[in-house]
């Protein structure tokens, strides 16, 4: 009786492990079986455990993502150069006004008539021209003419000074009587003049000397010397000058004043 049922027993061992794998296979299979949560549509996201690793051929625990936090919407940076020209702009500037513009407009100014400004200046050497002429009377005479030959007026003042000869140590005197009432003055074109005496009527003095030109200083407004400059003139032929009785008038606006002498 104990044998038999031993007997029985053994056949019963391999039912058992062929029934416990296929539970474990149907096991298995109802994992596998199950939809994802991508196929059904669901955002997951893969978490492994910390520190360990999956197996290859396992699938991987499949957890919902948190949802992200919403996030403030930011301006995109601008480049510096951009931020210091939109910083640096500024509203159009009003028109500028010029400042000569706003001054109202100067009166023109007005001059008297006997102000300085009004008077003929000086008449220079180099605008005016001379030459000296021979005299049949009075005797012993010659005449120096000058010529306006600029384009403005000008003045001569008192007389001429002369050095006819070049040892001469101060200018030829002057006739103190043949002094005018007013400066002459010369317009453009016109002339004015000056008698030069050689020597003395009744043939008193010295010795006279043949001399071929005359040097001719002008003078200035205050007497105090003369302009720069002067004019070197040729003297008639055959003209002798006693340097001791030599004289000069002043200057005069006509020929028969300046010959009266």
């Known amino acids: 009786m104990t044998k038999r049922i031993t007997h029985i027993a053994k056949p019963l061992l391999p039912a058992t492990l062929t029934l416990s794998a296929l539970m474990s296979m149907a096991a298995c299979g109802s994992t596998a079986a199950k939809p994802s949560a991508a196929a059904a549509g669901t955002n997951t996201t893969a978490v492994s455990a910390p520190g360990t690793s999956q197996p290859g051929g396992a699938p991987s625990i499949s957890q919902p993502a948190a949802p992200a936090a919403p996030t ?6 601008q480049p510096s150069n951009q931020i210091q020209t939109s910083t640096q702009a500024q509203a159009p500037a009003a028109p500028k006004t010029s400042a000569n513009a706003a001054k109202p407009a100067s009166k023109p100014s007005t001059t008297s008539g006997d102000s300085g ?3 003929p200046g000086d008449c220079a050497v180099g605008h005016l021209k001379g030459t000296v002429t021979s005299l049949t009377r009075p005797v012993n005479h010659v005449l120096l003419t000058v010529t306006n030959t600029g384009s403005t007026t000008c003045n001569l003042y008192y007389y001429p000074g ?6 001469q140590q101060s200018v030829t ?8 009432q007013a400066v002459v003055t010369i317009a453009p074109g016109e002339s004015a003049y000056a008698a030069i005496g050689t020597s003395a009527a009744d043939g008193s003095g010295g010795t ?6 005359v040097e001719v200083f002008l003078e200035t407004r205050d007497q105090s010397g003369s302009l720069p400059g002067s ?9 002798y000058v006693d340097m001791d009785k030599a004289f000069v008038t002043y200057w ?3 020929l028969q004043s300046a010959i009266a002498w």
């Open 72 to 77: 403030e919407t930011q301006t995109p940076a």
């Open 117 to 119: 400004a009004d008077l």
């Open 162 to 167: 002369l050095r006819l000869d070049a040892d």
């Open 173 to 180: 005197q002057a006739v103190e009587d043949s002094k005018p």
């Open 208 to 213: 006279p000397v043949l001399e071929k030109q």
């Open 231 to 239: 004019m070197t003139l040729p003297l008639p032929g055959g003209t």
């Open 252 to 254: 005069q606006s006509d």
